[in-house]
């Protein structure tokens, strides 16, 4: 899979540095993986959820160090894509203003 928003990852980590290690394994995982849907990410990524946001298009959204942040993706898997679009603590992505700007 090929990985765009790498600059994300690493802003998010500088300012919570608890999140490098997995950060870090999960774009080494997402780099060697070949998923086809939801499932295949699950599969991997057990709490991982689709959600809609307002453009109408889905974000894909994975727990991060357990449930204490979130990170929403865009998943193209006919061309193996992913863009990590946002990250954020678990009480920013409850509140629901991140999906307005995807």
């Not at 307002?54 to 863009?83: H, P």
Request: with cysteine; charged share 25%; glycine share 6%.
């Amino acid at each position: 899979m090929r990985v765009a928003g790498q600059g994300k990852l690493r802003c998010f980590w500088q300012r919570h540095p608890d999140a490098e290690g997995w950060l870090t394994k999960w774009y080494a995982v997402v780099k060697a993986a070949q998923w086809r849907s939801l499932l295949d990410v699950r599969s991997v990524y057990r709490y991982t959820d689709s959600v809609k946001v307002e453009s109408g298009n889905t974000a894909t959204v994975f727990n991060v160090c357990g449930s204490k942040y979130r990170m929403a993706v865009a998943i193209r898997y006919d061309i193996q894509w992913l863009v990590v679009l946002w990250l954020g603590t678990h009480a920013e992505y409850s509140k629901d203003a991140w999906k307005g700007r995807l």
